[in-house]
């Protein structure tokens, strides 16, 4: 699959005029229009794609692979594609997943510096791979989405993009509108009272100021998530002074699953004259990583010998009563997102590094000032604060009957297996609500999720499909289920996360119930039965003149299905996976587990 190229293609096959892909799909959305082709005749289809991130790029890369007829966009919004690597500048930014593991299913990168990747060397990574499959002819740039209606009549959507260079607003429509926005995309400042007060240079982990020096400055840092985590090590050394604002423990665990390490130039080309040694690589990593679900379940041995070996590990390198009784969280472990922090403990205990535990009551002109009554004075203030992660679109989007889906979603998001919205047509999101974001390796969910939208897409081109939008029964029941399960699941804790729209208490709205490979399983088939699918016309249209696509090529062997034993998929789901995952070809003994993992995974699998 990684070896076919889109070269070839010109970018007007690519992208065909718009206004004649309009005119002939609302000839052809008429089913009587179907009965003069063949079964299956492809009608011309219109896409829009909103972000040009790992989602956007896979959706693009699947779609011009396997379909010819059609036109699709991807309106993004900053100056290059890659998302949030392209966005995330900072000090010490990383992907804390091995890097050989942080690509596609089907496209190695061969040449990684280390077992960790920072944020520029992931970045080139997904923008070789649009370069390579020619994702750039269909992606603009520097446009952003900021509103969209639904057209009963059409049986489409209306959208609005501003040109950021220009400020214009521009106007399209799409047969079917695809969010790859993205949860962790639109960055915020924190809610601390004078704030915009600040004398001194305020800066924001998610847009960071590369001219800003900080050598020889003070320096504060708010927040201790993933980001703060990697900043503060990579500064502490070149600043003055560096003043933490921590005000909740966390779990700070050891990489998952092994060290950093620099690859060799021969290790490098061992990975390309033999490529099987890097498939090794990558599936006892992929191994590794799908095998700590049971981690995140309540009362499991895995969790408590988990739990026993982090607070071992924090105590060692803390080496603080005092820092040890604020920093070690009293929940469990995974119930916010496990942050890999390497170095951070250690250099909490470096001369110029200040830990100030607790609120900051307000943001002075000079520095920040605290609960505990004092004024601390910085140059420069880092806010490591996160992203608004509430699920609502960040542009309105207008659905049947004027329903706002920002509105909608404004308390409580409810999705359709995290990739679709009740009451919302044609439309389809990628890591929404409820999907495996934190469950597991996420560029796999990515890719099925990419996989089962196409699914929905190619059916809509092949019949006369007016609307599909899932039933709001089956989002309801798919809800009641979510909800039930995670009572048995460390998130549901009381620890204040994203993953509960950042509070301590209410429902877990961001995460899968169930592992990534549980998700892989859920997703193999769409259940149309849970969709509301509206025809224009008469359902069997599609059916069209009682010609195949067969007969009607000339190159097609008329007989293909004649053959000299059954090689046909199984019809049982356990049979099939069974073929899938190569079953039999490993031991029982199981994968070599992250920490004490290994030591508890099976008993746990038995109980449960």
């Excluded at 090590?233 to 909740?248: D, M, S």
Aim: charged residues 25%; glycine residues 8%; proline residues 5%.
């Amino acid at each position: 699959m990684s070896d076919q190229k889109t070269t070839g293609m010109s970018k007007d096959r690519l992208m065909p005029n718009n206004q004649n892909i309009v005119k002939e799909r609302v000839e052809l959305n008429q089913g009587h229009q179907r009965l003069q082709g063949p079964i299956h005749s492809e009608r011309p289809m219109r896409v829009i794609c909103i972000g040009a991130g790992a989602s956007g790029l896979c959706f693009a890369y699947k779609m011009q692979r396997s379909f010819e007829n059609f036109s699709l966009t991807v309106y993004e919004k900053n100056a290059e594609v890659s998302g949030t690597w392209y966005e995330n500048k900072y000090p010490g930014c990383a992907c804390d997943v091995p890097a050989h593991n942080y690509t596609w299913s089907f496209e190695p990168k061969r040449d990684w510096s280390g077992v960790y990747a920072k944020a520029g060397e992931i970045y080139k990574y997904f923008n070789d791979f649009a370069v390579k499959y020619g994702l750039h002819n269909f992606c603009k740039t520097r446009h952003q989405v900021v509103g969209a209606q639904w057209v009963e009549q059409r049986g489409g959507w209306d959208v609005q993009i501003q040109d950021l260079a220009s400020g214009q607003i521009i106007k399209d429509s799409c047969d079917i509108l695809v969010n790859a926005g993205g949860i962790l995309n639109a960055w915020r400042w924190p809610a601390i009272p004078g704030l915009k007060n600040f004398k001194g240079k305020l800066l924001h982990s998610a847009d960071w100021d590369d001219s800003v020096d900080l050598k020889g400055k003070n320096v504060g840092l708010i927040g201790n998530g993933s980001s703060g985590i990697q900043i503060l090590p990579a500064i502490q050394p070149i600043v003055k002074k560096l003043t933490t604002f921590i005000r909740e423990p966390t779990w700070v665990s050891p990489p998952f699953g092994m060290d950093q390490h620099i690859y060799t130039d021969a290790e490098k080309q061992e990975f390309v004259k033999n490529p099987q040694t890097l498939i090794d690589v990558r599936k006892q990593n992929e191994s590794g990583l799908n095998s700590m679900f049971g981690l995140y379940l309540k009362d499991t041995q895995v969790q408590n010998d988990m739990r026993k070996s982090m607070i071992d590990q924090m105590k060692t390198k803390l080496k603080d009563d005092d820092l040890e009784k604020k920093l070690i969280p009293t929940w469990g472990v995974g119930c916010r997102r496990l942050t890999p922090g390497i170095k951070y403990l250690e250099t909490l205990h470096e001369d110029n590094v200040k830990v100030v535990y607790g609120e900051i009551n307000q943001v002075t002109p000079n520095g920040c000032l605290c609960d505990d009554g004092k004024e601390y004075p910085v140059d420069i203030l880092i806010c490591a604060t996160g992203f608004d992660t509430s699920f609502r679109p960040r542009f309105p989007l207008i659905g049947p009957g004027g329903k706002n889906l920002q509105d909608e979603w404004a308390k409580e998001p409810k999705s359709y297996l995290g990739l679709a919205a009740p009451n919302f047509p044609n439309y389809l999101i990628f890591l929404g609500p409820n999907c495996p974001i934190g469950n597991g390796p996420v560029l796999s969910a990515i890719e099925l999720q990419a996989d089962y939208m196409l699914e929905l897409v190619n059916r809509w081109q092949t019949e006369n499909i007016h609307a599909f939008a899932p039933r709001m029964e089956a989002v309801d029941d798919f809800i009641a289920h979510t909800d039930s399960f995670m009572k048995k699941t460390i998130w549901d804790e009381q620890c204040r996360s994203w993953y509960k729209n950042n509070s301590a208490s209410a429902r877990v709205s961001a995460l899968w119930p169930g592992s990534t490979l549980h998700y892989i399983e859920a997703m193999g088939n769409v259940r149309y039965e849970d969709w509301d699918i509206k025809y224009t016309g008469n359902r069997f249209a599609y059916l069209g003149n009682g010609y195949s696509q067969t007969e009607l090529d000339q190159t097609c062997d008329l007989g293909y299905y004649i053959r000299d034993y059954d090689d046909g998929q199984y019809s049982s789901t356990g049979k099939r996976r069974k073929v899938l995952t190569k079953s039999g070809t490993r031991g029982t003994t199981g994968v070599t587990s992250i920490g004490p993992l290994d030591r508890a995974e099976n008993s746990d699998k038995a109980r449960l």
